[in-house]
């Protein structure tokens, strides 16, 4: 009789690439953290919506897009790195990351099946 098996290859995905940006691929894992994602939407749904002006707002949207590139740790990301990419590309690496992440969180597999 078989012990309890949990399949990792149903629970985990694909991770997010995003291809040749300024050369360098970066790769999201699917497993994204709870807190890393927690931190994520705090920053963009409070701290830009709060921003004086969109000098500040570009800041925040880049020191964001900063933390999500540094979760490929293959690459060393600098904040210099990311001041390099315009406003669009900044905004799809957002919005493709939250994309990613709720696809985790919706996932199915993602809970813990029980015996």
Same mark, same amino acid.
């Given at each position: 009789?078989?012990?309890?098996?949990?399949?990792?290859d149903? @629970?985990? !995905?694909?991770? $997010?690439?995003?291809?040749? #940006?300024?050369?360098?691929?970066? %790769?999201?894992?699917? *497993? +994204?953290?709870?807190?890393?994602?927690?931190?994520?939407?705090?920053?963009?749904?409070?701290?830009?919506?709060?921003?004086?002006?969109?000098?500040?707002?570009?800041?925040l @949207?880049? !020191?964001?897009? $900063?933390?999500?590139?540094? #979760?490929?740790?293959?690459?060393? %990301?600098?904040?210099? *790195? +990311?001041?390099?990419?315009?406003?669009?590309?900044?905004?799809?690496?957002?919005?493709?990351?939250?994309?990613?992440?709720?696809?985790?969180?919706?996932?199915?597999?993602?809970?813990?099946?029980?015996?």
């Open positions: 009789m078989a012990g309890k098996i949990v399949d990792f149903v @629970l985990f !995905n694909d991770p $997010l690439v995003f291809k040749n #940006l300024h050369g360098k691929d970066y %790769t999201i894992p699917f *497993d +994204v953290g709870t807190e890393f994602t927690l931190k994520l939407k705090n920053q963009y749904y409070n701290k830009i919506g709060d921003a004086k002006d969109d000098e500040e707002s570009l800041l @949207l880049q !020191n964001i897009v $900063l933390e999500i590139l540094k #979760l490929d740790t293959n690459q060393q %990301t600098k904040l210099s *790195d +990311v001041k390099k990419f315009g406003a669009k590309t900044l905004a799809i690496i957002f919005h493709e990351t939250m994309k990613h992440i709720n696809t985790i969180e919706q996932n199915p597999n993602s809970n813990t099946p029980e015996s």
